[in-house]
């Protein structure tokens, strides 16, 4: 199947999640994290279009300017190790939430787009009793895969599936930071 061993492999209905852990070093993570708490957040992030009023924070990262990161040249070996079709990044950003921010279920592509979702998770240490779980979600609404947070961990996932990421919990006084990468089939 792939070179790179998932943790997990998961479907939701009939499309696939893989959840990967210790593909980058916990120093680069590291790293990661206070580099993107430095980083130019803007409130300017939406779920869905009947969600506009309730945004999130984002910071989107010019493809030019990502491409030689550690997280995106792994994603992107991952991605092509997967799947016998082959898939170009369109889109990079982080996302950062903490508690008492509202993260609406959504999707990120269109149902017939085979678009994939790369979603790593990149704080530096997490425990999970803070939350902050992504719960993807069957055809029903229902939750059917969760993905904790944890330091490293790369989900990468049928990007028509609907799924939500978690604030974290109260107890918890660390933002959640994840950085995605969108990609788009090439066609052949």
């Excluded at 009947?50 to 924070?57: K, L």
């Amino acid at each position: 199947m792939s070179q790179f061993n998932p943790t997990k492999s998961l479907q939701v209905d009939g499309r696939p999640i893989f959840v990967f852990d210790d593909l980058i070093n916990k120093s680069v993570i590291g790293e990661i994290t206070k580099a993107l708490s430095d980083a130019a957040f803007t409130h300017t992030e939406i779920a869905r279009p009947d969600v506009v009023d309730h945004r999130h924070w984002a910071y989107n990262m010019p493809l030019e300017k990502s491409k030689h990161l550690p997280l995106v040249i792994v994603a992107n070996q991952v991605i092509d190790s997967l799947f016998k079709e082959k898939y170009k990044i369109y889109r990079s950003y982080c996302n950062v939430a903490t508690h008492g921010d509202m993260l609406y279920p959504h999707t990120d592509c269109m149902p017939n787009a085979k678009e994939m979702t790369a979603l790593w998770f990149v704080q530096d240490e997490w425990n999970y009793e803070w939350g902050g779980e992504t719960i993807f979600y069957n055809k029903e609404n229902d939750a059917e895969v969760v993905v904790t947070p944890k330091p490293g961990r790369l989900a990468i996932f049928d990007g028509a599936i609907n799924h939500a990421g978690n604030a974290p919990h109260k107890v918890c006084t660390k933002p959640r930071y994840t950085f995605a990468l969108k990609y788009e089939r090439v066609n052949s």
